[in-house]
């Protein structure tokens, strides 16, 4: 099962106005960026982020899954605690970088 726009839609609503923030769809799930950062990973109409020390105390160590076949743990955000869910961005784009493009080798 793939995100629906609907959920998609409602985790953007969730994440409050002042954040830089964007979507883009990838395989049928989503990776949501703020401020240029992949931070939220959207997949089944879950939201997932990187496993970190840093939400050791802020996430329920219960609360892991993986977004899909071959990946890493992740945890699973709860989308309805908006308070929760801006600490998670706040301490996420302290420590995300933005990712860098590699250039692609021109061949004469």
Not at 31 to 37: A, C, P
Not at 47 to 76: M, Q, T, W
Not at 95 to 108: G, W
Request: hydrophobic residues 35%; charged residues 30%; aromatic residues 12%.
């Amino acid at each position: 099962m793939s995100t629906t726009q609907d959920y998609i839609d409602y985790v953007f609503d969730q994440i409050d106005s002042y954040w830089n923030k964007r979507y883009k769809k990838m395989f049928g799930e989503y990776m949501v960026y703020i401020n240029e950062k992949p931070l939220l990973l959207v997949c089944n109409n879950t939201v997932y982020i990187k496993v970190l020390e840093c939400f050791n105390s802020l996430i329920p160590a219960d609360r892991k899954g993986f977004p899909y076949e071959g990946s890493k743990e992740h945890y699973i955000v709860d989308i309805d605690d908006k308070i929760v869910l801006n600490a998670i961005i706040t301490e996420l784009e302290k420590v995300i970088p933005i990712p860098v493009r590699k250039q692609r080798n021109k061949s004469s």
